[in-house]
């Protein structure tokens, strides 16, 4: 039986760690030492473990569920140990390929509540979502969740995450708002490439965007929105009904999530990429607050200079608006420098990108004709046929690829027969 063991919690003011032990085939899952940690930056010594467990639980669970194994802990929190059947419901419906097993089992389960003190907290990286979500609950005065779950066993300075909570921190001042801050490992303590290897086919995705990232930042909030008593825990969604994809973050998981007396609520899947611009677009040009929009994935700015950069950049041309204006330093001559853009990278486009996030810029721009502000753009780009573009692009770069390949096969070959006829 493959069994994992959650033997022990330690809290240290504001740090807890996880300490397991594997039975079975499971270890080449998880990266040697068996630990998973979470800093806050908040005391969390008052927290109880059936609550500061629950990290820990959402973890590994999904991991225990596609390869029927056995999580035991000693005290699990009971509004998360109910909602957990829901959750493994959803995501069997998300990957019906893979059969989800497995069981959790508990010693002991504890019923915590708490009267809410706090309306919301929202996980906050600075993007595109995150921003739009802070505008929708910004009545409620919400604590701004950033985080970091990247480290290795121990807390490294990382360039990314001074420059992503510098951001909050001054996002939030801005607001008058109060920053949860979080670190851990929970991106690496698990080996992701191992059962990537072994189930990335059935699943048709990846562990960490199918099955895990969702319920690891949510649920590292958890033992602080415990000890705030904090109602409601947002998180902006990153999909939409547009286009529907399996993945770990999903309102048809994240709004089963349970803890003592707090929920989790998936925000604004209704709304499409180019909607949400719209939202960010709208907001500040009425409230002419500064802001700085942060959609780089693991940079410390925006490049402006990636697929991400300039979509985003480019909605918010066709929404009438300078995207110098949302945190883009984006270069004079736009219109050029995103024609050498896509000469080199259309070839990388999917047909899904593609229909889903280019070609409602395109109509937006149609229908904002007067409003741009990169009128050399509207020369070209509303017709740019990116699906033919794309085909020929393909077609030269293979040939450039192919032929020195075919070129030196001939070669062997010919040589080949020269020296068998000698
Ligand atoms: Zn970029």
Redo the contacts with the bound molecule.
């Keep these: 039986m493959k069994k994992i063991i959650l033997n022990k919690i330690t809290v240290n003011q504001n740090r807890v760690d996880y300490f397991f032990t594997i039975e079975g085939n499971l270890q080449k899952y998880f990266n040697k030492s068996n630990h998973m940690f979470l800093e806050y930056n908040y005391e969390i010594s008052q927290v109880p473990h059936a609550i500061l467990a629950i990290p820990f639980v959402a973890n590994v669970m999904p991991l225990m569920w596609i390869t029927d194994s056995v999580l035991i802990v000693d005290v699990l929190d009971k509004s998360f140990y109910e909602c957990l059947k829901n959750v493994k419901t959803a995501y069997q419906n998300m990957f019906p390929n893979v059969e989800f097993k497995g069981k959790l089992v508990v010693d002991k389960i504890e019923d915590h509540t708490y009267t809410p003190e706090h309306e919301a907290a929202s996980l906050f990286s600075g993007g595109l979502d995150a921003v739009t979500t802070f505008i929708r609950v910004k009545d409620k005065n919400p604590l701004l969740i950033t985080e970091y779950g990247w480290h290795g066993d121990e807390i490294q300075e990382n360039e990314v995450w001074n420059a992503d909570k510098e951001n909050a921190i001054s996002f939030a001042e801005q607001y008058g708002l109060e920053n949860i801050l979080i670190q851990s490992n929970y991106g690496t303590f698990i080996h992701a490439q191992s059962i990537d290897y072994d189930y990335h086919k059935k699943l048709g995705d990846s562990w960490w965007h199918g099955l895990h990232h969702g319920l690891a930042i949510i649920s590292a909030a958890i033992p602080v929105a415990f000890k705030l008593r904090i109602q409601c825990i947002y998180i902006a969604s990153s999909n939409s009904p547009q286009f529907q994809v399996a993945c770990a973050s999903d309102p048809t998981v994240d709004n089963h999530i349970r803890y003592a007396s707090g929920m989790v609520n998936h925000d604004a899947y209704e709304l499409t990429r180019q909607d949400k611009v719209k939202v960010v677009v709208d907001y500040y040009s009425i409230t002419k607050e500064p802001v700085q929009l942060r ?3 693991k ?1 410390k700015e ?5 697929e ?2 300039l979509r985003t950049i480019l909605s918010i041309v066709a929404e009438g608006r300078d995207p110098r204006a949302l945190g883009f330093n984006v270069p004079d001559d736009l219109s050029l420098h995103l024609k050498l853009f896509l000469d080199r990278e259309v070839k990388f486009f999917t047909h899904t990108f593609i229909e889903i996030y280019w070609k409602i810029i395109q109509s937006k721009m149609r229908e904002n004709q007067d409003n741009i502000f990169y009128k050399e753009l509207l020369e070209w780009f509303m017709d740019y046929n990116f699906a033919e573009e794309r085909k020929k692009a393909l077609f030269k770069y293979r040939v450039t690829q192919f032929v020195p390949i075919i070129n030196r096969r001939i070669k062997t070959k010919i040589n080949r027969i020269f020296a068998n006829s000698q």
């Design positions: 959609v780089c994935f940079n925006n490049c402006c200079n990636c991400k950069c």
